[in-house]
């Protein structure tokens, strides 16, 4: 087994004079020749039902088996409800089919390394779907077609690394997901394979030369008890740290007062106040979670998005007490949302792949529309109570980015299209946007997933309105991602060259984010592996990487850079498809950097090695506690 080290180790040596040296590294040795788990003997596997094969290093179970495919009734369209109005509580649709599922039960033994399922059925007018349920009946995993040759096939691929020191009880779940309009029992083949084969790990793609002795991290858990991923970060000025991630409506929002040595949940539904509408309803949040701080830590924002249904909760003494105002819940096709504040009131929301008929509307008029490609853009002035604007901006087809706002009223809004990553950007504080390329993409094809896969473009402002953009994309020769960034110093109407940010030119750099302080002076996190090809593909492990540069003005930035720690954060592939993922989405979509009050880097990342959903996850945070100051002060030790 992997002998891993705390999550507090430090990494390398800090700056000689400016602090102490950190803890040493696992004194085991480096990682790259360990392996993980594997048996020398195939166990045999209790599993009722099934034929038992045993091979080299991996059994076999298969059951064949039949499941009840229920009439599908056409679905009931909900009302449409203006923007501001107190959505109701959900209502049971008495046309709703019943599903009934079809378990089978299995006996995961420990040293077992990968679990691969495939289902098959006979009738192409029926659609199945196979997901792996763990101990705590929580799915890992959910089959998909692997390609459109094959559509009534489902296959999933995990890989379980988690230290476990019993056999626990899995189970595979066969479900009906469309019908072809009339009761029948469909029969199916599913066939389920458990490798023993031990994992190998390869370490950072970064060489020893590579890893800039210059930073040096402190990371710990943010929580024991909620697991979960992608999480928003923002820091104020007094070096507060806020956190949220997407576990639960209105609740999964933390604070550090004391530079992450602890995190303290906010109650936002317990200290909801008379101001606004308290957040009553059940299932009307718990999806997609964002935070946002404006710098002198008094106006704390908090959105929660699930299914179709948004909600804005407000905090103006640092999320001591709060308001909450449900939006809506008719956003059709609406998929992760981000917030920007500046002090006084000023609130921006986007919400992706919604629309509006009409471009701007007037505060009270319902958000309608099916533009799968629009993205809406809401603004407040009174931090979110009223929304005194919604403006489609449909110029784009991928997950786009976060906004940005300046003090001149100037916003921006990250995405891509055909040619690869843009900006909407908008000089009358949102009321209409133009389109503006960043940089025209020449990497291959790696994964299907928009234009740019990385998975979101994103953007920052430095105190001078520069502003730059980072994404991944698959590198030049097409054995990988690459993170790149490029600057415009004349408000997104023209940029820089595209520069690549990490160093290692081989395995795949995925999921950037960046933050800017002073001009030129930015960070950038990311997930890499040392392994090539196609993320979703990838058996190797990977780790969560930081650079910074305080000359990113410049034709040819000089970046530093280091893994958080050399402890992996995922095990396996990375589906960068957001919701259209069936399974290796441990990590959900994205990590976040924010730069301090001293110009240090905290980042908030995940720690996905444990089984392969994110329900099984871990929010993780990291200080720099030596490095580039990216703005006035001195890096807190």
């Known amino acids: 087994m992997l002998a891993r080290a705390p999550w507090s180790t430090l990494v390398l040596i800090a700056l000689a004079g400016c602090l102490s040296a950190p803890a040493p590294l696992d004194p085991t040795g480096p ?18 039902g099934a034929v038992l094969t045993k091979l080299t290093d991996a059994a076999q179970l298969d059951w064949d088996g039949e499941v009840d ?22 209502v049971a649709n008495p046309l709703a089919p019943v599903i009934h599922p079809v378990d089978h039960a299995f006996e995961l033994p420990v040293g077992v390394t990968s679990i691969s399922v495939q289902l098959d059925w006979p009738d192409a007018s029926e659609v199945l779907s196979a997901s792996i349920l763990n101990d705590a009946g929580r799915s890992q995993c959910r089959g998909r077609a692997p390609d459109d040759k094959h559509p009534t096939t489902r296959v999933c691929t995990m890989f379980v690394v988690g230290e476990r020191e019993k056999a626990v009880n899995w189970a595979i779940r066969i479900s009906p997901s469309l019908g072809d309009g009339k009761a029948s029992p469909e029969p199916y083949h599913l066939n389920l394979t458990l490798s023993v084969k031990p994992f ?40 507060n740290v806020y956190i949220a991630a997407p576990s639960g409506r209105m609740q999964t929002l933390w604070k550090s007062t004391d530079q992450g040595a602890t995190f303290t949940p906010i109650d936002i539904d317990g200290n909801a106040g008379p101001v606004g509408t308290v957040w009553d309803m059940e299932g009307r949040g718990g999806g997609d979670a964002e935070v946002y701080v404006t710098p002198d830590g008094k106006d704390v924002y908090f959105a929660d998005l699930w299914g179709t249904c948004m909600t804005v909760a407000g905090s103006a003494d640092s999320g001591a007490s709060w308001w909450v105002n449900p939006l809506s819940c008719d956003l059709p096709g609406t998929d992760r949302q981000w917030l920007w504040a500046l002090p006084g009131g000023n609130l921006w929301l986007t919400l992706n792949g919604a629309s509006v008929q009409g471009g701007v509307q007037d505060a009270l008029a319902p958000v309608t529309g099916t533009s799968p490609g629009g993205l809406l853009v809401l603004h407040s002035l009174d931090g979110g109570k009223t929304w005194l604007t919604k403006t489609s901006v449909p110029q784009d087809n991928c997950a786009r980015g976060n906004i940005v706002a300046t003090s001149a009223m100037d916003v921006f809004v990250a995405g891509c299209n055909a040619d690869g990553p843009g900006v909407a950007a908008s000089s009358d504080g949102g009321l209409t946007f133009r389109w503006v390329n960043v940089a025209q993409r020449t990497g291959g094809a790696l994964d299907g997933f928009c234009f740019v ?18 994404w991944a994309d698959p590198s030049e020769d097409g054995k990988g991602f690459d993170i790149w960034m490029s600057l415009s110093q004349d408000k997104a109407g023209t940029w820089s060259t595209p520069v690549r940010v990490n160093t290692a030119s081989t395995g795949n750099a995925v999921q950037p984010w960046i933050a800017a302080r002073e001009p030129g002076h930015v960070a950038v996190a990311w997930y890499q592996t040392a392994q090539g090809g196609k993320p979703s593909e990838v058996t190797s492990e990977w780790y969560a990487h930081l650079a910074e540069s305080t000359d990113a003005m410049e034709a040819a930035p000089r970046f530093e850079e280091n893994v958080l720690s050399d402890v992996p954060v995922q095990f396996g592939p990375i589906c ?18 924010d730069i301090g009050p001293d110009g240090g880097s905290h980042i908030a990342f995940v720690d996905g090695s444990h089984g392969g959903s994110y329900a099984s996850s871990n929010i993780m945070y990291a200080r720099m506690t030596a490095g580039l100051v990216l703005s006035p002060g001195k890096v807190s030790g």
């Open 31 to 48: 990682v790259t020749h360990r392996t993980v788990g594997g048996l020398a003997v195939v166990p045999d596997i209790v599993a009722e």
């Open 69 to 90: 495919t229920p009439a599908q009734p056409l679905p009931v369209a909900a009302p449409g409800l203006p923007i501001g109005v107190p959505v109701p509580l959900p």
């Open 453 to 470: 896969c990385g998975i979101f473009t994103v953007i920052d402002a430095d105190t001078s309105g520069n502003l730059y953009v980072v």
């Open 200 to 239: 190998a790990l390869q370490g950072p793609a970064l060489t020893a030369a590579e890893r800039s002795p210059n930073l040096a991290f402190w990371t710990t858990a943010v929580s024991q008890d909620r697991h979960t991923g992608e999480p928003s970060l923002k820091v104020d000025d007094q070096g």
């Open 576 to 593: 960068l498809n957001g919701s259209g993922c069936t399974g290796a989405r441990n990590l959900l979509d994205f990590l976040m950097v």
